[in-house]
């Protein structure tokens, strides 16, 4: 197989458009499930006092989510095929709040870690299943239109995220935080339960077997082509981000409110690319956006590594959002079509690879502030993203001329 097919029997029956408030909870979901990604950032400092461990052990809650997200994409895509789309994320809603909940309530670092893992597990089943359930039921022409309204609640969710986790963490306490988290899990699964549609001809449809799916979508260059660049650059991205408030408290003597509003700064900057993102893709196209995205990154990283002053780092959060969804928004779009009839699994495979990068990206940046000062993590960081912003374009090059 040298190309994914380009249509598929959902897009050409036209479906019609999902309903907004469907679409509106689907966003409070993802909302959660991004936060809860970056509720922690804030809290390293915090949770290695709490629990009597070192910042680098703290990080663990962080890098067991991300694996545990990642990996669980691998159960939830073909379950979401088979299953149905909607009703899966529902589910994964409730178990969220039961993870989030056990969290607030761990009394160490390892029952911390349990509830981790289980937030992270079941928030594997949101966000991809999500798009793929608006891939299903919006048609082709409004779905980037769709998916921006959804996403917009993603972006969001990883500034409140810090934002969340630094401003409890300075007043009533971070425990607080994850109750904060559970409660909009339990919100949006009741919603979801209320406006439960009736289910679409691709979610009847029943892949045979449990891994053929996932052997289906990896049969296709393309996809392997798009899942490998996500995983570079989840690994490069947010392995640096993770670290960006605590880098912020230490060199600047910032409190936890404060250093986790500067790293939600990339949310801000995201929005931004949300807001002239047309623009954007019709002056530049696909190829232009993804090698400008490396060097906004580029950029970013230089000013936290060499930046004199706090509000640099503040700059360099916001060209980071930028940045990352000049690449990410065609990576995703890319996604969606790499096997449309296999559109649930294809879509977490692509999650998948996203997390399991965030997660080796951690690890290694974990321990290499251990090593080294964390600008040299920043500076060599800055040196590589551009080169993953040239590799993707010429791949996107290579695959016109081929389609040409």
Not at 220 to 225: D, I, L, Q, S
């Amino acid at each position: 197989m040298s190309a994914a097919p380009s249509s598929s029997p959902v897009e050409s029956a036209n479906p019609a458009p999902a309903p907004h408030r469907i679409i509106l909870v689907l966003a409070i979901a993802a909302f959660a499930s991004a936060c809860a990604f970056r509720i922690c950032d804030p809290l390293l400092t915090q949770l290695s006092l709490e629990y009597g461990t070192s910042t680098g052990e703290a990080a663990g809650v962080v890098t067991i989510f991300a694996v545990a997200y990642g990996v669980f994409q691998f159960l939830f895509g073909p379950l979401g095929d088979r299953y149905g789309k909607y009703r899966t994320v529902t589910a994964a809603a409730f178990l969220c709040a039961v993870g989030s909940l056990g969290a607030a309530l761990a009394p160490s670092l390892n029952g911390m870690l349990v509830a981790r893992f289980l937030s992270g597990a079941a928030g594997a089943g949101i966000i991809p299943l999500a798009m793929a359930w608006i891939g299903d039921n919006v048609d082709y022409a409004q779905r980037q239109a769709t998916l921006a309204r959804f996403i917009t609640g993603t972006i969001i969710g990883m500034a409140a995220g810090q934002l969340i986790g630094g401003l409890f963490a300075d007043t009533i306490g971070w425990r607080a935080a994850f109750a904060t988290l559970a409660a909009i899990y339990l919100a949006a699964g009741m919603l979801l339960v209320r406006l439960t549609p009736a289910r679409s001809d691709a979610e009847r449809a029943v892949p045979a077997g449990f891994l053929g799916p996932i052997r289906n979508v990896l049969g296709y260059p393309w996809a392997r082509t798009i899942l490998f660049t996500v995983f570079l650059e989840g690994a490069l991205v947010f392995g640096v981000l993770a670290f960006v408030p605590t880098y912020v408290q230490q060199r600047f003597q910032l409190g936890p409110t404060a250093s986790g509003a500067i790293g939600g700064l990339f949310a801000v900057g995201g929005i931004g690319y949300v807001i002239i993102s047309r623009r954007l893709i019709a002056r530049l196209g696909e190829i232009g956006l993804v090698a400008s995205g490396g060097l906004v990154l580029m950029a970013a990283c230089g000013l936290y590594a060499l930046g004199p002053t706090w509000t640099w780092c503040a700059v360099a959060s916001l060209l980071s959002g930028f940045g990352y969804y000049l690449i990410h928004s065609t990576l995703q779009t890319n996604a969606t079509q790499m096997a449309p009839a296999r559109r649930g699994t294809a879509v977490a495979l692509f999650a998948c690879c996203l997390f399991l990068g965030q997660s080796a990206g951690v690890a290694v940046a974990a321990a290499l502030v251990q090593r080294v000062e964390p600008y040299w993590l920043f500076g060599g960081t800055a040196v590589i993203l551009p080169l993953l912003g040239a590799f993707f374009a010429a791949q996107l090059k290579r695959r016109a001329i081929g389609e040409q």
